[in-house]
C-alpha cells in the first residue's frame, strides 16, 4: 500500500505548545484528552479515539491507538527541595544546599537562613532537681535540660518554585525544624511541606488543562484511560 490505513502511534511532548500543535493537526470529532493527575502527572491526547453516536453504535468506535502525550519535565530547583525535604542534614550541608538555592527563598530571606546555617551555635544546660517520695523514703534525682541558642530561629519558611519547565513559579510554606544539638552545640536541620507540593502540580495542571483547552477546543477530563 502507498499509505497505511489509519494514524496510529505514540508521540511525547515536554510542552503545551509542541502538544497543541500535533493534537490540532490530527485532531477528529472522536479526539480524547485525558489528565493524569496521579503519580504519573502527565496528559494524554487519544486523537483516534470513540466519535460520539448513537448508544451501541459500533460504527463511531475508535481504535485510540494514535497518542499524543505530554510529560513535563521536572527543574532541578523543585527536585532538590522535593528531594531533601524530610531528611536531617548537619549545618554544612544546610549551608551548602542554601548557597545553591538562595534565590527561591522568598521570607525570610535567604541570607537570614544562610545566618542560621552558619553561626547557629546552641548549648545545652543540664540540671537536676531533688525529690524526696515519702512513702518510701527514696530519694529521686529529675532530670531538666534547658536549650539556649544565640540566633532566633524561624519555625516556617516559603519558597518561590517552578516545578516544570514552561510553568509559572508557585509558593511553597515549609515547616522548619531544628534538632537538639550533640555535646559540641552542633545542629541538625529539617524541613517538612506537608502537602503543599501536591497541591501546587494540581494547580500547575489545571492552568495546563486550561490552556489545551482553549488552544485545541477539546474538553480535558481528569482522569486514566484503560482500554
Known sequence: QANPNRKRGKLTVQDVASFCVYVNRHRDEGSLIVMDQGSARRVTCYLNHHEPGAEGDASEAGWADHVCVFEPRY????????GFAEKWINQE???QFLDERMGEIVEPDGATLMEIATQLKMTVETKYERAINLSSNAIQLVHLENVSNNIEIPTHFTLSVVPFDGANAVNIRARLKVAKPDKDGHVRFLWRLGDAPRHSLDAVFDAFAEQIQVATGVSVIKGVWAS
Open 75 to 82: 527543574t532541578t530547583a523543585w527536585t532538590a527541595w522535593i
Open 93 to 95: 550541608e544546610f549551608a
